[in-house]
DNA sequence: CGGTATCCGCCGAGATACTG
DNA sequence: CAGTATCTCGGCGGATACCG
């Protein structure tokens, strides 16, 4: 029922849509090589405040790109790690890394 | 150095602040087999407004992205073609697009 | 044809403080 | 430890009209 030309460039901005933002990119990276807990999170992502953190960690999550997964303890743990989908987009975010490295130097 | 370190991360900023937004990666999708006029632009990538047009493509060729060609005629005639910069992120929404495709259909 | 010029709403993001 | 709660602000993007 939908159009198909349309369908096609709104692939671009779903994706984009998914993975732009300022923090999670970021956030996916640092996740590729294991799990980590949201106050590691908020020292791997250097800059990012609490609200945004919780913000982005529960968009990814919406998008089944991570898991949360809470550890009923006292002091609370919480672990987040990558989904299947998540490890998807691990590669392109590799070589945007690389990209970006090269442009940076280069100007 | 903390410094490398950031810049690491950065990286990633500071691609995605390049390619990120509403239309940036769908006018460089549309560029990809050859150059376009203004108007072309405008038809191709569906639902953009001339403002946004406009500033999207002063961005892309701000950051080397694109080249704007002005031809001196009446009446008058602007051609935009991928720069090689531009044309290296290519690979990279093809893989975003079909990301992007295969999520839409699997929600 | 290839743009500008306004006006404006929304929301991503920062700063700061507080809580179970 | 792992979050909430407010307040604030810039700017992305939409709508509309106009220009050389």
Known sequence: ????IQK?????DYAFQRIGGKYKGR???????GCL???E????????TPKMLTQTLKELEADKLIIRKVYLEVPP???????????ELIPFISQ???WGE????AS
Chains 1, 2 share one sequence.
Do not use: F, Q
């Open 8 to 12: 096609a460039y709104c692939a671009v």
């Open 77 to 87: 743990k919480v672990e987040y790690s990558l989904t299947d989908t998540g490890m």
């Open 27 to 33: 956030i996916l990276w640092v996740l590729r090589e």
């Open 96 to 98: 945007m890394r690389s």
């Open 37 to 39: 807990r949201y106050g």
């Open 41 to 48: 999170l908020n020292r791997a992502v250097v800059g990012i």
């Open 102 to 105: 090269k442009r940076m130097s």
């Open 1 to 4: 029922m939908k159009k198909n």
